[in-house]
């Protein structure tokens, strides 16, 4: 059985302290927290490595926190680290206030990168799954404050719950609550106290919503007035596969594996057939690609679509195209870890450049089932 998973300078027993300076030596990409304002309405306690430094107290503070599983209370602690990472890049002044706008957005993947090449999560970085419950958990960690306010709670919470768990999000919102000095009346404790029957009463705060099929999922997600329970015809008529992952990843290898006698449109065959490399534009290869992807479509035919679809949006325009043509959609995520990708794409025939690969990863969006009728995840145990 795998040890649990562990963030250096988590509060343990007896005594449930840190040392905040020890993990300044631990994290210096921490440090920047220090010098990032916060309104002083809602944050009166100063500046953001303050508020963590309070919300970790509080978290390590918490009854439920302490009585959690080793490596649930350590991802908790790094949810509390890592949440704000991306104040400093995203505050600024407005009308006399300030700001972050889009800070959890953007912080999940400063969190991703974080996780998968800081030593202190070792060698090979954090196991997959600990790291997408963190970046999960680090994107909506707003959301019990927020989603009575959204334009579709119900919607809101349903996707959420695709990528993170609702038990340990309503006890870190609880310590982001008590980690600050507000000035202002609100009411926000008592939002976050409502959050879990509001999830319960939605149908998704222990699992994943129970949709029908894997149809309505699919479409619930791609249309704003779907209904979550009503039960879709899957009239799909054929398969195609999206692959996913990082150059050196190993995509074509699994496709050898697995779908063998499959026909495939392969952005790296096109780029060698038009003589472009992969720091070139793009473009030619793109249009290339999807007329041979409408071809397969228009016969109904399955196909493998062989790319790095690192980017929610642009997987999105393929997903897009195939299910106008009523085709099933399924991503397989090749992920080793990320030292080992790096490895193998500097000794792949096709070597990715190094500064092409880097931002690469740090553009990074995981797929989640939110995005097709099924998602496979080809990651080590």
Same mark, same amino acid.
């Given at each position: 059985?795998?040890?649990?998973?562990?963030?250096?300078?988590?509060?343990?027993?007896?005594?449930?302290?840190?040392?905040?300076?020890? +993990? +300044?030596?631990?994290?210096?990409?921490?440090?920047?927290?220090?010098?990032?304002?916060?309104?002083?309405?809602?944050?009166?306690?100063?500046?953001v490595w303050t508020h963590v430094c309070m919300v970790l107290r509080e978290l390590a503070a +918490?009854?439920?926190?302490r009585a959690l599983p080793v490596e649930e209370r350590n991802v908790l602690f790094a949810v509390g680290l890592l949440h704000d990472i991306c104040k400093p890049d995203t505050t600024r002044e407005e009308n006399g206030?300030?700001?972050?706008?889009?800070?959890?957005?953007?912080?999940?993947?400063?969190?991703?990168?974080?996780?998968?090449?800081?030593?202190?999560?070792?060698?090979?970085?954090?196991?997959?799954?600990?790291?997408?419950?963190?970046?999960?958990?680090?994107?909506?960690?707003?959301?019990?404050?927020?989603?009575?306010?959204?334009?579709?709670?119900?919607?809101?919470v349903i996707r959420a719950r695709v990528a993170c768990r609702f038990d340990l999000l309503t006890m870190f919102a609880e310590a982001d609550h008590r980690g600050r000095i507000c000035t202002v009346p609100e009411d926000t404790l008592g939002c976050i106290r409502m959050f879990p029957d509001f999830c319960r009463e939605v149908g998704c705060w222990d699992t994943p919503f129970p949709f029908p099929n894997a149809h309505t999922r699919f479409e619930y997600f791609r249309n704003e007035a779907a209904h979550p329970s009503l039960h879709l015809f899957d009239d799909t008529v054929c398969e195609v596969t999206v692959m996913c992952g990082l150059p050196g990843s190993g995509k074509s290898t699994w496709i050898a594996k697995h779908r063998p006698d499959s026909p495939v449109v392969s952005l790296d065959d096109i780029r060698e057939q038009l003589d472009v490399t992969p720091a070139d534009d793009q473009a030619s290869v793109i249009?290339?690609?999807y007329e041979r992807a409408r071809e397969h479509l228009r016969r109904g035919q399955g196909f493998v679509w062989n790319a790095t679809s690192i980017s929610r949006m642009i997987r999105g325009k393929l997903i897009d195209l195939a299910a106008g043509y009523k085709a099933r959609l399924r991503i397989v995520y090749v992920e080793p870890p990320i030292p080992v990708i790096r490895r193998q794409n500097r000794e792949r025939a096709k070597v990715v450049p190094e500064s092409v690969w880097e931002r690469m990863l740090a553009r990074l969006d995981v797929p989640t089932e939110a995005e097709a009728h099924a998602v496979e995840y080809v990651v080590p145990e």
């Amino acid at each position: 059985m795998a040890e649990p998973w562990k963030c250096p300078g988590c509060p343990a027993p007896p005594d449930w302290q840190f040392d905040p300076a020890e +993990l +300044l030596r631990l994290y210096p990409w921490l440090r920047p927290l220090a010098d990032c304002p916060q309104d002083p309405a809602f944050h009166a306690e100063g500046d953001v490595w303050t508020h963590v430094c309070m919300v970790l107290r509080e978290l390590a503070a +918490l009854p439920a926190f302490r009585a959690l599983p080793v490596e649930e209370r350590n991802v908790l602690f790094a949810v509390g680290l890592l949440h704000d990472i991306c104040k400093p890049d995203t505050t600024r002044e407005e009308n006399g206030r300030i700001r972050s706008p889009g800070h959890a957005v953007r912080g999940v993947y400063v969190a991703r990168r974080l996780l998968a090449d800081d030593p202190n999560f070792g060698p090979l970085g954090t196991p997959f799954p600990v790291r997408e419950q963190v970046c999960g958990l680090v994107r909506w960690h707003g959301l019990p404050v927020t989603y009575i306010d959204k334009p579709d709670p119900p919607r809101a919470v349903i996707r959420a719950r695709v990528a993170c768990r609702f038990d340990l999000l309503t006890m870190f919102a609880e310590a982001d609550h008590r980690g600050r000095i507000c000035t202002v009346p609100e009411d926000t404790l008592g939002c976050i106290r409502m959050f879990p029957d509001f999830c319960r009463e939605v149908g998704c705060w222990d699992t994943p919503f129970p949709f029908p099929n894997a149809h309505t999922r699919f479409e619930y997600f791609r249309n704003e007035a779907a209904h979550p329970s009503l039960h879709l015809f899957d009239d799909t008529v054929c398969e195609v596969t999206v692959m996913c992952g990082l150059p050196g990843s190993g995509k074509s290898t699994w496709i050898a594996k697995h779908r063998p006698d499959s026909p495939v449109v392969s952005l790296d065959d096109i780029r060698e057939q038009l003589d472009v490399t992969p720091a070139d534009d793009q473009a030619s290869v793109i249009a290339v690609a999807y007329e041979r992807a409408r071809e397969h479509l228009r016969r109904g035919q399955g196909f493998v679509w062989n790319a790095t679809s690192i980017s929610r949006m642009i997987r999105g325009k393929l997903i897009d195209l195939a299910a106008g043509y009523k085709a099933r959609l399924r991503i397989v995520y090749v992920e080793p870890p990320i030292p080992v990708i790096r490895r193998q794409n500097r000794e792949r025939a096709k070597v990715v450049p190094e500064s092409v690969w880097e931002r690469m990863l740090a553009r990074l969006d995981v797929p989640t089932e939110a995005e097709a009728h099924a998602v496979e995840y080809v990651v080590p145990e």
